[in-house]
């Protein structure tokens, strides 16, 4: 069991390193400033707010923050933690998937930005991922974490919305309202929500199989012991008397 722990510790350890590095550069790359695509640089503030308005930074964060407390307790639990952590897993899984099929081909960051790109996209979600199957701890997931969980993807969508309105910006092509409208801008985020409901699920079965439990374990009730023949004490008293049971 030390063992484990000793292996689980190094895992979330060089992924906290990895994404922690990943955020590191693209703070720095945010601080110096770039034109944006209409070649203009925008204030500082508006770059920050619009990197955090990123919903791969967003799961990044997250999923630093759930490294960084596993590589100092492997058995974290908790209600609330229970949920962080399985936003943290849905959040860089749904990143790797959205940006392996839709847009890597639309990106080419080159010097730092690839290094940054690297770690949050390629690095961190299956490096999460396949820690979180060797590692677990399990049983730590039901109906309600599920649900829970799927609130984050569905408030960063009503923020994405809100924020383009206001400034006409948004983080992703399949987003863009300006550009494709809102019935496929919404198509597109709903499916973002679905995929998320479906690998959770998918986890949640995980879980239950990899642990060989049907359910998160409740402590069962304590018995009191049943007294046999043996447990009767049969020295005779002093009177001579029938032992007392």
């Known amino acids: 069991m030390n063992g484990s722990r000793v292996y689980a510790r190094l895992w979330h350890g060089f992924l906290a390193v990895v994404v922690l590095g990943s955020l590191m550069t693209q703070l720095v790359l945010t601080t110096q400033g770039a034109p944006d695509a209409d070649g203009l640089v925008q204030p500082a503030v508006t770059r920050f707010i619009r990197l955090l308005s990123y919903f791969t930074i967003q799961s990044n964060i997250l999923l630093l923050i759930v490294a960084t407390t596993l590589t100092l307790n492997p058995d974290r639990d908790g209600r609330l933690w229970r949920v962080i952590r399985l936003n943290a897993i849905l959040g860089i899984i749904i990143t790797g998937l959205v940006y392996a099929t839709v847009l890597a081909g639309t990106a080419h ?17 299956w490096w999460a991922l396949l820690g979180w199957l060797l ?13 829970l969980a799927a609130a984050w993807p569905v408030l960063w969508i009503g923020y994405t919305f809100a924020h383009g309105a206001a400034t006409d910006w948004y983080p992703y092509p399949f987003a863009d309202v300006t550009e ?8 597109n985020m709903t499916f973002v929500v679905m995929i998320a409901l479906l690998f959770g699920a998918l986890l949640w079965g995980l879980d239950r199989r990899l642990s060989g439990r049907r359910a998160v374990p409740s402590a069962p009730a304590p018995r009191s012991p049943e007294r046999t023949s043996q ?15």
């Open 109 to 125: 960051p080159t010097g730092a930005g690839w290094w940054s790109n690297l770690g949050f996209h390629y690095i961190a979600p």
């Open 180 to 187: 494709i409208g809102y019935g496929a801008a919404a198509r």
């Open 231 to 245: 447990d009767v004490d049969v020295a005779p008293s002093r009177s001579g008397a029938e032992p007392q049971q």
């Open 135 to 147: 590692f677990g701890p399990r049983s730590r997931l039901d109906t309600r974490t599920l649900f």
